[in-house]
């Protein structure tokens, strides 16, 4: 049987480093892997394509510059909000979903400064504007069930949206049920860790978030 790679409806199993362009390491990715489904627009359009036709054993490094990757910085994102609306104990690094008094716009910001009567939050993820480079290697490739497929497709899921939103979650390297479907959902995403602690990540069993 010919061995199973990466394409459209496939799910891999990606370990997946991160460094700036002077070689520092941003981020090391978890032995187990993240599991991603292909061929559904749920990572970076240049990462998924340079990924094409690899399978278990591959590895590919691709420099992606911010605009395809978590875009460019939006001064716009840079919010000032009353003390009073965040309490007493506000510090650098702290996340809040949410201008907080204004409609939630689904963002993630991080203080990044405070003085006595105001907060100031970032809504952008702390590598908008960096050019990166990726480090993959591919540790398993499997076809994606049918159900699969409508599971990990949701939009909520998707680990380009979840980058870009700056929101967490973790999937672990995990058998399949009995039903076929994978136990364990979203990727182990690059978190963020506020303008003050850019180079840091975290995972949703926290790190920094």
């Given at each position: 049987m010919a061995e199973t790679v990466i394409g459209k409806d496939t799910v891999a199993w990606l370990k997946i480093d991160v460094f700036d362009l002077t070689g520092n390491q941003l981020q090391e990715g978890p032995e187990e892997g993240w599991q991603v489904l292909f061929g559904h627009n749920d990572i970076f359009p240049k990462l998924e394509q340079a990924l094409m036709s690899k399978k278990a054993g591959d590895s590919v490094t691709l420099t992606l510059e911010p605009e395809d990757a978590f875009g460019e910085s939006e001064p716009e994102l840079i919010r000032s909000v009353p003390l009073n609306l965040l309490g007493d104990n506000v510090e650098p690094g702290m996340k809040v979903e949410g201008v907080p008094g204004e409609p939630s716009d689904g963002r993630i910001y991080t203080v990044i400064?405070?003085?006595?009567?105001?907060?100031?939050?970032?809504?952008?993820?702390?590598?908008?504007?960096?050019?990166?480079?990726?480090?993959?290697?591919?540790?398993?490739?499997?076809?994606?069930?049918?159900?699969?497929?409508?599971?990990?497709?949701?939009?909520?899921?998707?680990?380009?949206?979840?980058?870009?939103?700056?929101?967490?979650?973790?999937?672990?390297?995990?058998?399949?049920?009995?039903?076929?479907?994978?136990?364990?959902?979203?990727?182990?995403?690059?978190?963020?860790?506020?303008?003050?602690?850019?180079?840091?990540?975290?995972?949703?069993?926290?790190?920094?978030?």
């Open positions: 400064g405070s003085d006595e009567n105001h907060v100031f939050l970032d809504g952008n993820h702390p590598f908008a504007g960096w050019a990166l480079k990726f480090v993959v290697k591919v540790l398993k490739v499997e076809k994606a069930t049918p159900e699969e497929v409508e599971e990990m497709e949701a939009p909520e899921l998707s680990l380009k949206r979840l980058l870009k939103l700056n929101i967490d979650s973790h999937r672990n390297h995990g058998p399949r049920n009995k039903n076929g479907s994978i136990t364990c959902r979203a990727v182990c995403l690059i978190g963020y860790a506020g303008r003050m602690l850019f180079g840091f990540f975290c995972f949703l069993l926290q790190v920094s978030q």
